[in-house]
């Protein structure tokens, strides 16, 4: 418990950023001694002044801070400090690493990451491209990581527990302010399988600030970052220059040259990023340091011969043919099909129900990748 009161006393001191943190922590040892340390081996270390040398020598640890801790122990929460075992290895060795990391769940000690985000205002071609490529991932025994935001964040974490493998949400707020208050459910989903983690005080609300520090930490614990839909200025592009900034591979998700929700991963690719139809692009490239295991096999039911879909008619083929991996509004598919509109509903409605089609709102359709 004092070892960790004086690590959340050692951040709350204005000065001591992160990178400043680092440093001390690296040549001290822990807080414990650097808050013991002479005046003079203090201001050995880059970055030190003499006031902030006078700071540390006469910090104290306010009660609010006491509180804060007992608050997570009270709640099961872990504060996993940059010396623990437990902290992520990756993490660690970027220049700014959180001096500890508040963690609902668990994180895996040697869990080989891969970061996905991209647009809150995703199109409903980005989330299930986005929900597809995670669930392979999390079948491949990797653990993905993103921010729980809307759009594409939360379709990463859906797809990444629908494939079976811890996912990791890194917060841009503390852990008792879920955000988007939206995803309560799902961050007590991935918390149970995997782990949400965030370097803000509790109750920290999700300042824009955080956003550009928690990026830092979603690219920082992975070997490499996936964009998908993210318009020329969207944050994603932060994450992925950190991304390149600490060495990890660029991947990104193209879309249609249509969307400017996809011209931030069209430049991307343009810049170098390697082009992801599917799992097998991203393993190509970093397979070799994944612990990746082959997806489990479906085991037939026992007595039950594989089930076979029964061939489409030609109209509904021709229908199906007409429709693209972007939503299209039905009056624009009875111009282009020439077709009854209310025979096209019923054609569009069986496939829909056959997997198919998918509908989305304002009576427009889209073809599902099966």
């Given at each position: ?193 995997g782990a949400v983690i965030s370097e803000f005080f509790l109750k920290d609300p999700p300042m824009p600030h955080h956003f550009p520090k928690r990026n830092r930490v979603i ?95 030609p109209e509904a083929s021709r229908v199906l043919d007409a429709l693209e991996p972007y939503p299209v509004h039905i009056d624009d598919l009875v111009r282009k099909l020439a ?32």
């Open positions: 418990m004092e070892d960790l009161l004086a690590w959340l006393t050692l951040k709350s001191l204005p000065g001591i950023g992160d990178l400043l943190g680092k440093r001390l922590i690296e040549r001290f040892g822990s807080p414990e001694k650097v808050f013991q340390a002479p005046p003079k081996a203090l201001m050995g270390v880059a970055g030190m002044t003499p006031p902030l040398v006078a700071a540390l020598s006469c910090a104290r640890t306010p009660d609010r801070l006491k509180e804060e801790l007992d608050r997570a122990v009270k709640k099961n929460y872990q504060v996993v400090p940059l010396t623990d075992p437990r902290y992520p290895a990756l993490l660690r060795e970027i220049p700014d690493p959180p001096l500890f990391l508040y963690c609902h769940g668990r994180l895996e000690q040697d869990a080989g990451c891969v970061a996905v985000v991209g647009s809150r205002r995703a199109t409903s071609y980005g989330r299930a491209a986005t929900r597809k490529l995670c669930r392979a991932l999390a079948r491949h025994g990797i653990t993905v990581v993103s921010g729980m935001a809307r759009g594409i964040d939360t379709a990463a974490h859906e797809g990444a527990l629908a494939g079976g493998s811890p996912t990791v949400a890194v917060l841009g707020s503390g852990l008792e302010r879920i955000y988007p208050p939206e995803n309560k459910k799902l961050f007590h989903a991935i918390a149970e399988k690219a920082g614990m992975s070997l490499g970052v996936v964009v998908v839909e993210a318009a020329r200025k969207s944050g994603s592009l932060i994450t992925a220059r950190l991304a390149a900034d600490q060495g990890r591979e660029v991947f990104a998700v193209p879309g249609s040259i249509e969307s400017q929700k996809s011209a931030g991963t069209h430049a991307l690719i343009k810049q170098g990023a390697k082009l992801v139809e599917d799992v097998k692009d991203i393993l190509e490239e970093i397979g070799h340091r994944l612990d990746v295991k082959p997806p489990p096999a479906i085991a037939p039911q026992k007595g039950v011969a594989p089930s076979q879909d029964p061939p489409l008619s077709m009854d509109a209310g025979r096209l509903a019923g054609i569009l409605l069986k496939l829909e129900l056959g997997g198919w089609v998918q509908q989305v709102p304002g009576k427009r359709f889209l073809r599902r990748t099966r």
